[in-house]
């Protein structure tokens, strides 16, 4: 070995020590928020639904995006930094030839929205992003999905992003409502959206009672929208009750309203508009001030129905 090989091993054996220490750290500082440290598995990708796929050739991309694997995202921490010692002596050996004046080939990677899943090439990433290289070279597969992937996302966001996919094949929304009419709808806690077919089937069921006619499971699902899930965000928006709630969304709040809402029906006999039940949310559940406001209305009416009563 001459002396500058020997050098570049050296370099690239105290570059993989520094890696593992920093790999051990990010892996504490993980379980310690209590955040998953793994790469995204490109399988959860596909329950996105992808409709079909498109070879986009040869590109540079963002190695910042790249978050995930199709079959090693095991061997790899969150930061695409090496988990096992088969992989870092991996890392270490292609450092080594890095030093050298080695050019690697492309590496291989599905798109998926806006991140990157890598098909072929993970050590290369590995040492992309260890090195701080800001753009890699790659044959990109896009994949076409309903709902897009961010860099950031979590295996959370995957998740729900994922049931939100299944979502919209169910209902085919985004087919039935035009775009400027659509507006996202999207979750903070999974299992959300079964609670959405159910509210769609329960409301074409009644609207079938009253029609006295079998509804068109099409026709329920534009029903529900334009004259139940709409009026509510609208109401949510018009109120400003996202900013009482941070954190949430405008889906999260929908599905509250609407459990209150069938509370207040339960409560007074009457079926409450959307305006009137998330003002009626917002005394109950909002900020203090204004839940002691709604305290003190609703004391001033039971006393005033008493007082009726006794008259």
């Given at each position: ?162 049931e939100y996919a299944h979502f919209l094949e169910r209902t085919r929304l985004k087919e039935l409502i035009p775009p400027e009419e659509f507006s996202e ?127």
């Open positions: 070995m001459d002396r500058s090989t020997l050098r570049e091993s050296w370099q690239a054996e105290y570059e993989a020590e520094r890696l593992e220490w920093r790999a051990r750290l990010l892996e504490l500082v993980h379980r310690f928020k209590g955040e998953p440290d793994t790469l995204l598995p490109f399988h959860g990708a596909l329950a996105l639904r992808p409709r079909g796929e498109h070879h986009l050739g040869l590109r540079s991309i963002e190695v910042d995006k790249v978050v995930g694997s199709v079959d090693r995202y095991e061997d790899f921490h969150r930061h695409f930094l090496p988990r096992t010692p088969h992989t870092l002596e991996r890392w270490k050996r292609l450092r080594v030839l890095q030093l050298s004046g080695v050019e690697f080939p492309p590496i291989e990677v599905y798109q998926v929205g806006e991140a990157y899943f890598v098909k072929d090439g993970n050590h290369r990433v590995a040492l992309a992003k260890a090195t701080g290289q800001k753009f890699i070279d790659a044959y990109v597969i896009a994949l076409e999905v309903p709902v897009a992937l961010q860099p950031g996302d979590t295996l959370k966001d995957l998740i729900l992003k994922a709808i999207r979750f903070t806690t999974l299992g959300r959206y079964d609670l959405l077919l159910d509210h769609i089937a329960t409301r074409r069921y009644f609207k079938g009672l009253e029609e006295d006619r079998e509804i068109p499971w099409e026709e329920g699902v534009v029903d529900w929208y334009r004259n139940l899930y709409r009026p509510t965000a609208e109401a949510i928006r018009r109120l400003g009750l996202l900013r009482e709630f941070p954190g949430r969304t405008e889906a999260d709040l929908y599905l509250w309203v609407m459990d209150h809402r069938y509370f207040l029906a339960q409560e007074l006999g009457a079926d409450l508009g959307p305006e009137e039940a998330a003002r009626s949310y917002e005394a109950r559940f909002g900020p203090w001030w204004k839940r002691l406001g709604g305290w003190l209305k609703g004391f001033h009416l039971g006393t005033a129905r008493r007082g009726g009563r006794r008259a």
